[in-house]
């Protein structure tokens, strides 16, 4: 399994300095990443350094709590594609979720989708899946599957609970065909990355990454 392909390779600390960027882009190029996944302060940076390869630039919007005001993810998405983002990696209002407040859910995504498609760039919806119910979760199928985002996204690495094989499989059984899945948050291993294909994940948000590579070399 070709796992590079799979990966977003990602820096998201609160601490990232620009010479963390450089690395994280130099081993993106160097094993052909899917996406290098950067705070929306160094998307530019990241953009200039990926230009001409296959390596997409992928910034958080709302990051890491979702609570923002919706006209506040509408600016950071603006700005994002400004700078030379291609995918978005949303978060929603979690608290909304918890709320029972689908509406006001709604309307958030209905806000976002429409700029985010005249720019014909990728939006990941992160629902926080490992502080959410199976019903909750289900819920969120729904909904994003219903507004035709392009990944459902299953955690941002700072709750307590990151990816789990269970909750892709919950997802990937109530969530329209066409949309994927990117799994994220505690992938550390390549036999736990892989075990998240098989369950039904397109996509991985990993800071482990060369780990990951270097085990899938040693095991396939």
């Keep these: 399994m070709n796992i590079a392909a799979y990966i977003d390779h ?7 300095t620009q010479a963390d960027i450089v690395k994280l882009c130099t081993e993106a190029l160097e094993n052909n990443f899917a996406a290098v996944c950067v705070p929306p302060l160094f998307v530019k940076m990241a953009k200039q350094m990926v230009t001409n390869s296959t390596v997409k630039v992928a910034t958080v919007i709302g990051f890491p709590f979702g609570y923002s005001a919706i006209e506040a993810k509408v600016a950071e998405i603006i700005l994002a594609i400004i700078d030379g983002a291609d995918e978005l990696d949303v978060v929603i209002n979690i608290s909304a979720i918890k709320n029972n407040d689908w509406q006001f859910l709604a309307n958030e995504i209905n806000t976002l989708m429409p700029i985010i498609r005249k720019q014909q760039k990728v939006i990941k919806i992160i629902i926080e899946s490992g502080i959410l119910t199976d019903a909750e979760i289900i ?5 994003y599957g219903a507004a035709g985002v392009d990944f459902l996204k299953t955690s941002t690495g700072y709750a307590e609970v990151g990816a789990t094989l269970e909750a892709v499989a919950l997802i990937r059984k109530h969530l329209t065909n066409s949309i994927k899945i990117k799994a994220s948050g505690g992938i550390k ?5 892989k075990q998240l294909i098989d369950a039904g994940a397109d996509r991985l948000g990993c800071s482990s990454s060369l780990k990951i590579v270097a085990e899938s070399k040693e095991l396939d």
């Design 139 to 143: 819920k969120c199928c729904d909904l």
């Design 10 to 16: 990602t820096v998201l600390k609160p601490t990232t």
């Design 189 to 193: 291993s390549y036999t736990f990355a």
